[in-house]
Structures are given as C-alpha cells and as structure tokens.
C-alpha cells in the first residue's frame, strides 16, 4: 500500500489545514493538499494526504472512507501514479 491517499467528495470550502486535521487523527501526516484551479484558485473538490508510513496510511483509509466530514461522505482510496497526458502535457 502506498503512504499516499486520494480523498475525494471534499466541499470546495475546505482548506489543506482541515484536510491535515482530520487525517492526523489517524497518524503522522507529512503533507496534505486540496487541488485548486490554476486560474481562480477554487477547490476542484479532492485532494491528497501523505503519511510518514503505510500503517498509518492503512489507519486512516479503514477509519475514514464513507465517514461524514463536515457534511459529506468521504471517498477516501490509495492515490495512483497520475497518467501521462496525450497532449504531453502542453496547453499550446
């Protein structure tokens, strides 16, 4: 299992700080980070927490998936690699 989670079905009102908050509940947390749009800022309703070791990770995937948090029922998974972009990566 990784150390890293994806945590989805979050408010757009939420901050990295109650992310982090909420995960350390369940061990040591080394980052934790909503995914906001580049252009307004605004949450994109995910994000991700990182944890020092995978038991801890494990803890907090088992105690948190489907669990409400400020009103919502958290998807809480193992995040996966992100996929190479067809575009490769270019805007232009």
Known sequence: MSKKLYVGNLL???SDDDLKEAFSQH???TSASV???HDSGR???FGFVEFENEED???ALDALNGQD???R???VSEARPPRP???GGNRF
Do not use: C, N, P, T
């Open 12 to 14: 757009y009102e939420v």
């Open 27 to 29: 061990g040591a947390v």
């Open 35 to 37: 995914v906001r749009y």
């Open 43 to 45: 949450s994109k309703g």
């Open 57 to 59: 990770a494990k803890k």
């Open 69 to 71: 948090f400020k009103g």
């Open 73 to 75: 029922k958290l998807i």
């Open 85 to 87: 972009r067809e575009d």
